[in-house]
């Protein structure tokens, strides 16, 4: 069982940064892949980044790639997005989750076990 909470969203201009931070519980957290999705209102959740269990693959969604960065401190068993560059499209509530198949990039929600509670961004214009 793995717990996930999501700091770091808050309010920002267009053209700002923000860094999204995930702090999982447990103690194996490099058995576990890592990901960020998000969810604009009305529309479906999407894919932001994911990451392996030891850091070494990533992958982004194209509308982010280039802006934002995933990685992880597994001795803090914390995931980090540092986004740069935000657009008011950016708006959205991100997640976090983790998937025990720590050697594989999953790039759709449902092959995620666990998932965080969520925090709001919010780029202005």
């Known amino acids: 069982q793995v717990q996930l909470v999501e700091s770091g969203g808050g309010l920002v201009q267009s053209g700002g940064s923000l860094r999204l931070s995930c702090a999982a519980s447990g103690r194996t957290f490099t058995n576990y892949a890592m990901g960020w999705f998000r969810q604009a209102p009305g529309k479906e959740r999407e894919f932001v980044a994911a990451i392996t269990g030891s850091g070494g693959n990533t992958n982004y969604a194209d509308s982010v790639k280039g802006r934002f960065t995933i990685s992880r401190d597994n001795a803090k068993n914390t995931v980090y997005l540092q986004m740069n560059s935000l657009k008011p499209e950016d708006t959205a509530v991100y997640y976090c989750?983790?998937?025990?198949?720590?050697?594989?990039?999953?790039?759709?929600?449902?092959?995620?076990?666990?998932w965080g509670q969520g925090t709001q961004v919010t780029v202005s214009s």
């Open positions: 989750a983790a998937d025990p198949g720590g050697s594989y990039i999953y790039t759709r929600g449902y092959e995620y076990d666990y």
